[in-house]
Structures are given as C-alpha cells and as structure tokens.
C-alpha cells in the first residue's frame, strides 16, 4: 500500500473499538514513518475543519461521533 493510501485511511473518521468500546488506532497509523504521520495528523485536522464548516450545527463527524456517545 502506498502513502497516500495510508494517510487516508488515517485521515478517516471512522475507528475499530473492542468488544468493551475502547477506541483503537487506524491500523494504517503503524505503518506510516513518522514525518507521513505529521503529514496525516495535518491532513486530519484539515478534514475535520472542513466538516465542521459544512455542518449546519459546526460539528465534525469526529465530534458528533463523541456527542452521540455521551447522549447514550
């Protein structure tokens, strides 16, 4: 798999929980060499404003996915 492909799959909002709701890491996270994960972190923190700026309420899908955990 290549970078680009990776950082993506970091860039995700979505995250695998265990059977007991603990959030994991992408997979994608540990085969990144460190200056990619940088560059991921950005890329991630970019998307997340971007959501945020189309949602009519201003949340990103990472803040509503805690929201509707909270609410539960």
Do not use: C, N, Y
């Amino acid at each position: 798999m290549d970078t680009p492909e990776l950082i993506e799959q970091v860039v995700s909002a979505f995250r695998e929980r265990t059977p007991d709701g603990f959030i994991q890491a992408a997979p994608a996270w540990h085969d990144l060499e460190p200056e990619d994960r940088v560059r991921a972190a950005h890329a991630a923190r970019q998307q997340r404003l971007i959501e945020a700026a189309l949602d009519p309420e201003g949340l990103s899908t990472t803040a509503k996915a805690v929201l509707a955990r909270l609410r539960r």
